[in-house]
């Protein structure tokens, strides 16, 4: 049973144009979410977070909203680069306990296109 | 600040042969660090958990004689994977926490461990 769902395997988007990645999620006691990015053979890279008191965080070019009453969070790129094509994996994990373990979602493979 | 490494980042092994990957935190101490395996074109799939000094806490179906972890300092942890096969073979991805911010976790670069 898949707990954070990515429900896009990929987008493709214009390069200057806005990148929505959607992530859902069923586990109510998750509160705290993340996105990360991830090059082929590499690690994943720690983006952008949100604490479920939030509905809106914002970085630069990333910003994440957060509808908790849907389980629904998305990451939005403005505008978009072809720098940031890549895999982008959504996690959350419980606020407390757990070790706060993350799970992830399958990702999302994004393509900026020039 | 907060970066991992891990050696090797590709390892090539016989069959039936044991693998030690490292994952160390460099620039601060991790009060837990996480293994995982990722499968192609999957998700990220958390084998253990393991805080120092302590034994690790494996997930469920991760054979704990098979993945042998160590945390023997706050910035190191080392996954033995005993006696390889094949099916063992797959990219593997540790992480790190720190205290103060104990939901994100500083990602590895991973090990590619291909067992022939």
């Known amino acids: 049973d898949q707990q954070v769902k990515q429900n896009s395997p990929s987008l493709s988007v214009q390069e200057g144009r806005i990148s929505i990645l959607n992530c859902d999620y069923t586990?109510?006691?998750?509160?705290?979410f993340l996105w990360y990015k991830k090059y082929p053979a590499e690690g994943p890279t720690f983006l952008i977070s949100?604490?479920?008191?939030?509905d809106k965080n914002e970085d630069g070019r990333f910003t994440v909203f957060l509808n908790k009453s849907a389980k629904h969070l998305s990451l939005h790129i403005v505008p978009s680069q072809p720098g940031d094509s890549a895999v982008y994996f959504c996690a959350a994990s419980p606020e407390r306990g757990s070790n706060y373990k993350l799970t992830f979602g399958k990702g999302t493979l994004l393509t900026v296109n020039p | 600040g907060a970066v991992v490494s891990q050696h090797p980042s590709r390892v090539i092994c016989k069959s039936g042969t044991s693998v030690k990957i490292e994952c160390r935190s460099l620039?601060?101490?991790?009060?837990?660090m996480f293994w995982y395996r990722q499968f192609p074109k999957k998700s990220l799939m958390l084998m253990a958990t393991s805080n120092e000094g302590s034994k690790a806490t494996y997930e469920q179906g991760v054979e704990k004689d098979k993945f042998l972890i160590n945390h023997a300092s706050l910035t190191l942890s080392t996954l033995t994977v005993t006696s390889a096969h094949p099916e063992d073979s797959s990219f593997y991805i540790c992480?790190?926490?720190?205290?103060?911010?104990?939901?994100?976790?500083?990602f590895g670069p991973g090990t590619r461990l291909t067992v022939l």
């Open positions: 586990n109510s006691m998750f509160d705290y």
């Open positions: 949100i604490s479920s008191i939030k």
């Open positions: 992480s790190a926490s720190r205290w103060r911010t104990q939901n994100e976790q500083f």
């Open positions: 620039d601060f101490q991790a009060t837990t």
